[in-house]
């Protein structure tokens, strides 16, 4: 990679980094200005990198599926127990969440089938084995479980960020009403 490429990629990831902590901070309220003040270039290098605000977007959807998927990656799901496994799935993509909170509230610009092409088989996998093994419920699909894992994790992040939960309590929030519901034992 040339040196010219390697400062592209560091400008580029220092607006998106900017983007993401302003647009989660400040929400659809802030501006171009705000998020190349935060990354320390001025607007027209912004501009160059970015020509408009729906670019910017779109980069910050891709960010935040690559940091998720590269969470996922490093949580090493198939050598743990199904249980410590939704655990560090929560953890993952709470954590992966509120760093793009914007992205997760606003769902525009998702492709929600490279989202799940990126991010759904691993995830899948660990439900499948869970209900495989026994250690989750059978009467629901392992489709239908993931599907209520995502609604968890949404208003975890929600939790995280809004309600100043933060990334641990959130994710173990999560983890233990899917394993262990919300009845009183």
């Known amino acids: 990679m040339g040196r010219?490429?390697?400062?592209?990629?560091?400008?580029?990831?220092a607006i998106l980094d900017a983007a993401a902590i302003v647009l989660s901070e400040r929400g659809n309220g802030a501006g171009m200005g705000e998020v190349a003040g935060r990354a320390g270039v001025s607007r027209a290098t912004l501009y160059r990198y970015f020509p408009c605000r729906d670019d910017l977007l779109r980069a910050l959807v891709e960010a935040a599926?690559?940091?998720a998927q590269r969470r996922l990656m490093e949580a090493d799901l198939d050598r743990v127990?199904?249980?410590?496994?939704?655990?560090r799935l929560s953890r993952a993509l709470v954590a992966s969440g509120v760093h793009y909170s914007v992205v997760v509230a606003e769902g525009a610009h998702i492709d929600?089938?490279?989202v799940d092409r990126r991010l759904g088989a691993c995830i899948r996998s660990v439900?499948?084995?869970g209900v495989e093994t026994?250690?989750?419920r059978s009467d629901l699909s392992?489709?239908?479980l993931v599907r209520l894992f995502g609604g968890l994790l949404k208003v975890g992040i929600e939790m995280a960020t809004v309600d100043g939960l933060g990334v641990e309590q959130?994710?173990?929030a999560v983890t233990t009403l899917l394993l262990e519901g919300a009845a009183r034992v």
């Not at 127990?81 to 655990?87: D, G, P, R």
């Open 112 to 114: 929600h089938a490279e």
């Open 142 to 144: 392992a489709e239908t």
């Open 134 to 136: 026994g250690v989750l």
């Open 170 to 172: 959130a994710s173990a």
């Open 65 to 67: 599926v690559d940091d």
């Open 81 to 87: 127990s199904v249980k410590e496994a939704i655990a």
């Open 127 to 129: 439900f499948v084995r």
């Open 4 to 13: 010219n490429q390697c400062l592209h990629d560091r400008v580029s990831a």
